[in-house]
């Protein structure tokens, strides 16, 4: 499979079906914070930083406006795998 080129059409075939088997777990809410992520990217002098690493290895960062001892704005610094982008933006909610 390393070495196994695809055509666009192939490619574009593929990502069809894997929104198709996204739409049958998934809601469009999440399909839609899937497809177009939020709050991507670093807060220019925040006021928070955070960084934590899971028992899987994975590390999710991020950058915070906070005022008055409330969270203003929160951003994440990678574009990263659906899950991720989803579960950041309910951190965000």
Not at 9 to 26: T, V
Not at 53 to 68: A, F, Y
Request: contains cysteine.
């Amino acid at each position: 499979m390393d070495d196994e080129v695809f055509d666009q059409a192939s490619l574009e075939r593929l990502q069809r079906e894997m929104l198709e088997e996204a739409r049958k777990i998934y809601s469009e809410k999440v399909i839609d914070h899937w497809l177009n992520p939020r709050n991507v990217g670093r807060i220019e002098e925040p006021q928070g930083m955070g960084k934590a690493t899971g028992i899987c290895g994975d590390t999710r960062e991020m950058t915070l406006r906070i005022r008055n001892d409330r969270i203003l704005d929160i951003n994440f610094p990678y574009r990263s795998l659906g899950q991720k982008i989803i579960l950041d933006q309910k951190l965000r909610a």
